[in-house]
């Protein structure tokens, strides 16, 4: 019999652990570290965000924009949520500046959107690279779970991999990765995507913004 294929390789069992062993807790949030924690840095003061709002990191690895934010907004404004607390903790201690401006209870182990203990005043929530290794489904919960818990939201950024309409299989992107309808990477069609999230209670926007490794930024809010 055939083994299961896990939907994403973070859920491969001991994928944490052997990553962190290895001393790998930045690989393993997808490389170009810098450069894609400056990436969403710069989109979120883009949509407004301040030094006075408050953010929710979902699947926020290693600390990739928490090292940029937790110095950004103002001391305890900075909340996190990842499928693995030990992998925040370890960015926490390796990448932050000033680890004292993030409490560690703000780091929230969730695999499945949950939101256990995260407050309803977060004004912007961001999932960058999260839902391009999750299929469809995970997609739907999440945008089902999030709008009941944050009511307070000004914005919610996602990235997502797209593909044509008419290509229903493999598909290369323009930055050279190649997704999957049916595996990780995922990608979706722009309707169907946008039907998910006009059927959970969001309107959101596709950007033009360029995104590393071609993955497509979408923007907006709750449908009040």
């Known amino acids: ?8 390789p973070y859920l491969q069992p001991g994928f944490y652990d052997k990553a ?10 997808g490389g ?13 003061q883009a949509a407004g965000m301040t030094p006075l709002h408050r953010l929710l990191d979902i699947g926020a690895g290693s600390m990739r924009l928490g090292c940029k934010a937790v110095d950004f907004l103002e001391p305890g404004h900075y909340w996190a949520t990842d499928a693995s607390r030990a992998l925040m903790l370890r960015g926490r201690a390796l990448e932050l500046a ?24 977060i004004d912007y929530a961001i999932a960058f690279g999260v839902f391009t290794h999750l299929p469809a489904d995970s997609l739907r919960l999440a945008l089902t779970r ?12 996602l990235t ?20 999957h309808p049916d595996r990780a990477p995922w990608h979706l069609t722009e309707a169907r995507a946008q039907a998910i999230m006009a059927e959970t ?19 907006g809010s709750q449908i009040r």
């Open 1 to 8: 019999m055939t083994a299961t294929r896990p939907a994403s």
């Open 20 to 29: 962190l062993a290895e001393g790998r807790h930045r690989d393993i949030v």
């Open 98 to 121: 000033n680890p004292a401006r993030l409490p560690e209870a703000h780091l929230v182990e969730d695999s499945d959107f949950a939101l256990p203990g995260i407050p309803a005043g």
């Open 146 to 157: 999030l709008a009941p818990r944050l009511p307070a939201l000004r914005a919610l950024l």
């Open 32 to 44: 170009r570290w810098d450069e894609t924690g400056r990436v969403q840095m710069a989109l979120l």
């Open 201 to 219: 209670g969001w309107e959101m926007q596709r950007s033009p913004a360029i995104l590393p490794r071609g993955q497509v930024l979408f923007q």
């Open 160 to 179: 997502l991999f797209l593909a044509p309409e008419d290509h229903p299989g493999v598909y290369r992107q323009a930055d050279g990765v190649v997704t």
